[in-house]
């Protein structure tokens, strides 16, 4: 299993990037992946996701609406679409790769609410590719 990101870079406010995660040694399409990201001194944080299989999706509030995941199987890549960037969105950006298949991308939060994308249940990650904001 390997992921390998791409896409970041050095953007100003408001812009837009376009970072993909290419998958080698199993079969993207049928396996749960999210979009991380990691400032300094932060702890780091799941952004997006995509369900194993059926291809659903879902965003946390910090980006819903800005951010969008999606997925091209017969690239074996995953995308995260981001719009309107701002400063705040300074930060390493991981994919990562939950290693059971036609399963949800998300877990039940530590607080008992609705699904949340949780670090520790994904278990193979790419080195991240980083995201600078900034005029």
């Known amino acids: 299993v390997q992921l390998v990101e791409s896409g970041g870079g050095l953007v100003q406010p408001g812009g837009s990037l376009r970072l993909s995660c290419t998958a080698s040694g199993f079969n993207l399409g049928s396996y749960p992946i999210a979009w991380f990201r990691q400032a300094p001194g932060k702890e780091r944080e799941g952004l997006s996701c995509?369900?194993?299989?059926?291809?659903?999706?879902f965003d946390e509030d910090s980006v819903r609406g800005r951010f969008a995941i999606s997925r091209d199987n017969s690239k074996n890549k995953v995308f995260l679409q981001m719009n309107s960037l701002k400063p705040e969105d300074t930060a390493v950006y991981f994919c990562?790769?939950?290693?059971?298949?036609?399963?949800?991308?998300?877990?039940?939060?530590?607080?008992?609410?609705?699904?949340?994308?949780?670090?520790?249940?994904?278990?193979?990650w790419g080195q991240g590719t980083q995201v600078t904001v900034s005029s």
């Open positions: 995509i369900h194993g299989g059926n291809g659903g999706t």
């Open positions: 990562a790769v939950r290693e059971t298949p036609f399963i949800s991308c998300t877990s039940p939060s530590p607080s008992g609410a609705a699904g949340a994308i949780l670090t520790r249940s994904y278990d193979s």
